[in-house]
């Protein structure tokens, strides 16, 4: 008998014995005083193992079954073998229809020797940093950053993921693979918030990893990041914010955190390799990581403004540098040249005209002059031909008296 219910039978006689009231009795067991008298009954009429719990010893009627758990574990060997625990169990209901709950299944793998991949271990305490306020509405501040990791898994390279959380309600607003931390890689991601949500108010980044380039103490205007990315946040009105401090954009480290552990987990479990699998997969899986992860939306509170047509979009998620017109209103541009039109019309410019070339988030080239856009197409000389084309012979025919002839006649005199 355990000390519980040993102090129970004890405290019960001492009422049997009117040593103590029954209200005393319930303060000293804390329990009521109509079950002090179920306990005085039972007292009276039966001996202290039945202060025992009537189910002790008995199966409990919703126990899991033996062939379930052997499931469960096998289950976790093959196919979910880096999953935590929390995200194998949602993963049990979800694929297999195995409904667990989280108690029991971290009970069946404590018993099996199983742990989880994170695990929390103990290290040392780092040095604290000030607090900062979340902000109040939705698209007031985004935090972006980018992470380098093994997100195919250790057969493939690392891979980079670009991403925004929303401050207010943690919502990851939008996610781009790509091989390197590019201009691209960020457009696409603005891309994606302009098209769901619209225009934010501010941008909070690492300044080290997306907004300078330099190289031998001069800028190119084209790889520029700081150039390209500032112009369009400031056509847009977005105010851009700096820190050289990782704490200091703790909701996207942490959005890093959970994506390394769950994404590349549902990435291995969809068999996906190459990198325009990846960003298909994001479009499905983002929605519902949100559902799992974010605060409810107030939209009625919402700071981000109605983003312009895609036509606007497309320009303005641009790589922009300038150049001069040649002779013949020529323009070049990558190695090739180009000629400027408006309406089919070809545009005539002056020699050494500066120009802006707009290189759009589609990949088509676009002439910016006196704030008037022009399509560009590309120049192809015509080749001339050459070569000297040789008159076509007329046919000959022979005289009566040429030898060919005389021996044709005479074979057809002998034929009949």
Request: proline residues 3%.
């Amino acid at each position: 008998m355990n000390n519980d219910r040993k102090n129970k039978y004890k405290t019960i006689g001492k009422v049997i014995n009117n040593e103590i009231t029954k209200k005393r009795a319930a303060k000293i067991l804390d329990l009521s005083i109509r079950k002090i008298e179920q306990l005085m009954k039972i007292y009276d009429t039966q001996n202290m193992t039945s202060f025992a719990h009537h189910s002790r010893g008995r199966t409990a009627y919703n126990k899991t079954k033996p062939e379930i758990c052997e499931n469960i574990l096998n289950l976790y060997k093959t196919k979910y073998i880096d999953f935590n625990f929390i995200h194998f169990k949602e993963k049990l209901l979800e694929n297999e229809k195995i409904k667990i709950s989280y108690s029991v299944l971290y009970n069946l793998m404590s018993l099996n020797q199983i742990k989880s991949p994170r695990k929390q271990k103990l290290r040392k305490k780092d040095k604290s940093h000030p607090l900062r306020e979340c902000r109040k509405c939705f698209g007031e501040l985004l935090q972006a950053d980018a992470s380098e990791h093994l997100w195919l898994g250790i057969k493939h390279p690392k891979i980079f993921l670009r991403g925004a959380i929303d401050d207010a309600t943690n919502t990851a607003v939008g996610l781009y693979f790509n091989y390197q931390e590019t201009l691209n890689g960020y457009y696409n991601v603005l891309y994606q918030i302009l098209k769901n949500y619209g225009i934010p108010m501010e941008f909070y980044t690492d300044k080290r990893t997306i907004f300078t380039y330099q190289k031998n103490n001069s800028k190119n205007e084209e790889k520029d990041t700081f150039t390209q990315f500032s112009r369009c946040c400031n056509e847009l009105g977005v105010e851009i914010i700096t820190t050289s401090i990782p704490q200091a954009k703790g909701r996207i480290e942490r959005l890093w955190g959970a994506l390394q552990d769950r994404l590349k987990n549902e990435l291995s479990l969809a068999k996906v390799t190459t990198l325009e699998e990846t960003n298909k997969f994001l479009k499905e899986f983002l929605p519902k990581f949100n559902k799992h992860f974010a605060l409810p939306i107030d939209y009625n509170n919402s700071a981000f403004v109605d983003a312009p047509e895609s036509d606007k979009i497309n320009l303005l998620l641009s790589i922009t540098s300038t150049r001069r017109t040649g002779n013949g209103s020529s323009i070049s541009y990558a190695n090739k040249k180009y000629l400027a039109y408006d309406n089919k019309k070809l545009k005539v410019f002056n020699s050494k005209t500066n120009v802006t070339i707009i290189n759009a988030f589609d990949k088509t080239l676009y002439l910016k002059y006196e704030n008037k856009i022009y399509n560009l197409l590309e120049y192809i000389p015509t080749v001339k031909n050459t070569e000297k084309t040789l008159p076509k012979s007329k046919a000959h025919k022979p005289k009566s008296n040429h030898p060919w002839t005389e021996r044709y006649t005479m074979k057809q005199l002998s034929i009949k």
